[in-house]
């Protein structure tokens, strides 16, 4: 019966550490992955993407891009993720970044805007993949992952500042059409 007691104490304990450090957790084993693998993700777009019309680089300008020629997009039949590491495939649907059910119509890494073939890239979506680039543009891809990283864990996707803020472009851009 001790033994007992001592296993589900130790099990109460290790997981109530889990529960408060998990950010700790996923900055030290998931981070630093997931940022080499996105960095390299960035460089192969830059390198294979094709760059923004004159139409689409004014809608980068007026969002404040300041290197909006460095835009690149890259339509895929998928948007890429690191499937091969099974701790990031693990929190990428524990987050909800990929599953059963789940389609990333597009994403960014850096300048490069990975979007797939068969989705509609409209202006107001255009728009909030670029907050997005501007988002990193102000500070770094590292920063801006970390950061994305705690608000999901913290608010969720839809209520997450990143979103909200890249959101806000969907529906200013959309009035305008």
Avoid: C
Wanted: proline residues 4%; negative net charge; charged residues 20%.
């Amino acid at each position: 019966m001790a033994k007992v007691k001592y296993v589900v104490a130790t099990l109460l304990i290790v997981s109530a550490a889990a529960a408060f450090f998990h950010q700790r957790i996923i900055a030290w084993l998931v981070l630093p992955p997931y940022i080499e693998w996105a960095a390299a993700t960035e460089t192969a777009g830059v390198a294979a993407g094709q760059a923004l019309t004159e139409q689409q680089l004014q809608l980068a300008r007026d969002i404040g891009i300041l290197q909006p020629e460095r835009v690149r997009l890259v339509y895929v039949d998928e948007v890429p993720f690191p499937y091969h590491n099974l701790l990031l495939k693990t929190v990428g649907e524990a987050l909800g970044f990929i599953g059963e059910g789940i389609i990333n119509n597009a994403q960014v890494f850096g300048y490069s805007i990975y979007v797939r073939k068969d989705y509609s890239l409209t202006k107001p979506r255009l728009a909030h993949e670029l907050v997005h680039v501007l988002q990193i543009e102000r500070s770094d891809l590292t920063t801006v992952v970390s950061q994305h990283f705690a608000d999901l864990a913290t608010y969720g996707y839809e209520n997450s500042p990143l979103e909200l803020e890249a959101y806000q472009a969907n529906k200013k851009y959309a009035e305008l059409e």
